[in-house]
């Protein structure tokens, strides 16, 4: 399976940007896809999750601003990312969790992209 990451940029505070996670060679359908980011030398946090189900579920430092949505057609899932803050600044990382349910943890994922990088200016 392999997971490409777009849609990253530079944005002022206050804007919207949305990021795009296309995946190919798997069952797309099936599984659970998350986003997760990581600051300049900070560890790498969950941000949300969509389960094969379409069931969604956010860190609470995005809900309200952050919404999750999986294009079953297009074996993709988009982070439409709103009312951006400068700590919203990091690489964003798109992954995929094979047993559907997804998790705010890392190890339950099984395939990573690249990311893609954020940077929000105040």
């Known amino acids: 399976v392999q997971l490409v990451e777009s849609g990253g940029g530079l944005v002022q505070a206050g804007g919207s940007l949305r990021l795009s996670c296309a995946a190919s060679g798997g069952t797309f359908s099936n599984y659970a896809m998350g986003w997760f980011r990581q600051a300049p030398g900070k560890e790498r946090e969950f941000v949300s999750f969509?389960?094969?189900?379409?069931?969604?579920y956010y860190a609470d430092s995005v809900k309200g601003r952050f919404t999750i949505v999986r294009d079953a057609a297009k074996n993709t899932v988009y982070l439409q990312m709103n009312s951006l803050k400068p700590e919203d600044t990091a690489v964003y990382y798109c992954a995929a969790d094979r047993n559907g349910w997804g998790s705010q943890n890392m190890p339950e994922y099984d395939y990573w992209g690249q990311g893609t990088q954020v940077t929000v200016s105040s």
């Open positions: 969509v389960r094969w189900s379409g069931g969604t």
